[in-house]
């Protein structure tokens, strides 16, 4: 009777146990499955640098047709771009990664066109794109390129004191140029005074910081060209008289953006927020964190831009136009109308005081069907030029701007952050008390704690 109870004993454990076992390894087959089929990560970088960029998910996972990335390297080279695919491919279940070692099949490879190795092209529908680098700026443009059937070019008007397009010191517009290239748009320099006429392969027209007046024939070109569905950006800086560096009141230029429902005044902003300070710019330098609701502001969102030298303007509606402010600045700011002094009393009665507009945006009604003007119109254009284009947000806004006047509103989205610089730099004696610290001081403490436990204990 004992033996047949502990015989009924052992058998009840073994089947306890067997049972246990079984539920343990078929959890550890679901989590392996569901892990291999489902790959998740969490990015705790500030700049969310091992992550994809909203941009890339808007663009990946809008795909309508199934799209292959091929990536030609040596196998045992393989896992260099493989970290960085799996994340494309994990975006949407339309995208495929496929491995070929050019060394093992060289047909393929050559078919392709590669010549150098870790190259990756991107297939979407019949058209290819070769990725210009193996980084996600080089992978989503070849994906950009393989949506867009036309080519894409902005035009800068020249011949009027403009920013140049070729300039590369600070006031020049050399690294806007660089920037717009990174989204596959061509760029090339107009000028107006030769020939009265926008060309048609313009598919954004750039007015970037003219310092003398636009004749009327320029003036009525651009007209002409957003009136029949162009697309125009302006920016117009205030009409400063200090000196050798005066800037003309154009007013034939602003009397027609006047008559589109944007009235710039001959004003300068002036920015007392403290939290300029703290971000290294003076009062010049108007700082902008809240966005209208419109597709070039909303993903901006808790995103500092800053504007120097800046002019306010009034907005309102026309008949043929529907006319939206994008943002404003701050409520400590001011605005003077002396333009011809270096020297502001901010205490002046006749300062007109903020928040006050700064950018619009609008569209003007062609009257034909699927043809729309758009407009945008920022009262400074020092904030893109190359000193102040890297500044927090402004070259993702200025390129949302251009994405939404070319009507490429799925590439409007936060750009990937370049790697933050997390260096530190310590004086010889902030050096030599950490080292002293760290070799000395530390172990000493250990060294005495560890003492003082066994003395307790003996």
Not at 379 to 408: E, H, K, P, Q, R
Request: net charge neutral; proline share 5%.
């Amino acid at each position: 009777m004992p033996s047949q109870w502990l015989k009924a004993r052992q058998t009840k454990y073994a089947a306890y146990a067997t049972t246990y076992i079984l539920i343990v390894l078929a959890a550890v087959a679901i989590c392996n499955v569901l892990a291999d089929r489902y790959n998740k990560s969490y990015d705790a970088t500030a700049n969310k640098r091992y992550s994809l960029s909203p941009q890339t998910a808007k663009i990946v996972k809008g795909l309508t047709q199934p799209a292959t990335i091929t990536y030609y390297n040596q196998s045992t080279r393989y896992r260099e771009g493989k970290d960085l695919l799996d994340e494309y491919a994990n975006l949407s279940p339309k995208v495929h990664i496929d491995y070929v070692d050019p060394d093992k099949n060289p047909e393929a490879a050559r078919e392709a066109g590669i010549r150098e190795l870790g190259t990756a092209v991107v297939q979407v529908g019949m058209k290819k794109e070769e990725a210009k680098s193996m980084t996600e700026e080089g992978i989503t443009g070849a994906f950009i390129r393989d949506l867009k059937s036309a080519t894409r070019t902005v035009c800068f008007v020249s011949g009027s004191g403009e920013r140049r397009l070729d300039d590369s010191e600070r006031e020049g517009f050399s690294h806007f140029k660089d920037l717009l290239g990174k989204d596959d748009y061509d760029t090339k320099s107009i000028d107006l005074l030769q020939k009265a006429e926008v060309p048609a392969d313009c598919t954004t027209l750039i007015v970037g910081g003219p310092t003398r007046n636009y004749e009327q024939p320029e003036v009525d070109a651009i007209k002409k060209y957003v009136e029949d569905g162009g697309r125009a950006l302006f920016m117009l800086d205030p009409p400063l008289k200090l000196g050798h560096s005066e800037i003309a009141d154009n007013d034939a230029l602003t009397v027609l953006l006047q008559s589109w429902g944007v009235t710039l005044q001959k004003d300068l902003i002036l920015d007392l927020n403290p939290i300029g300070q703290l971000a290294g710019v003076g009062p010049q330098v108007a700082l902008v964190t809240n966005y209208e609701s419109q597709p070039i502001v909303n993903d901006m969102k808790g995103v500092a831009t800053g504007f120097p030298l800046s002019r306010s303007m009034d907005v309102k509606n026309t008949d043929k136009t529907s006319v939206q402010k994008l943002f404003d600045s701050s409520a400590t700011s001011l605005a003077t109308e002396n333009l011809s002094s270096p020297a502001v009393n901010v205490n002046d009665p006749k300062n007109k005081k903020g928040p006050m507009t700064l950018a619009a945006a609008g569209t003007y009604n062609t009257g034909k069907e699927n043809s729309q003007g758009r407009f945008v119109v920022v009262g400074s254009s020092s904030w893109i030029d190359n000193g102040f284009l890297d500044f927090n947000g402004n070259n993702d806004l200025a390129l949302n701007t251009v994405n939404w006047l070319s009507s490429d509103e799925d590439l409007i989205s936060i750009r990937p952050k370049p790697e933050d610089d997390r260096r530190i730099t310590m004086t010889r004696a902030q050096l030599s008390w950490v080292r002293a610290t760290s070799q000395f001081l530390l172990p000493i403490i250990v060294v005495i704690a560890g003492v003082g436990v066994w003395w307790k204990r003996r």
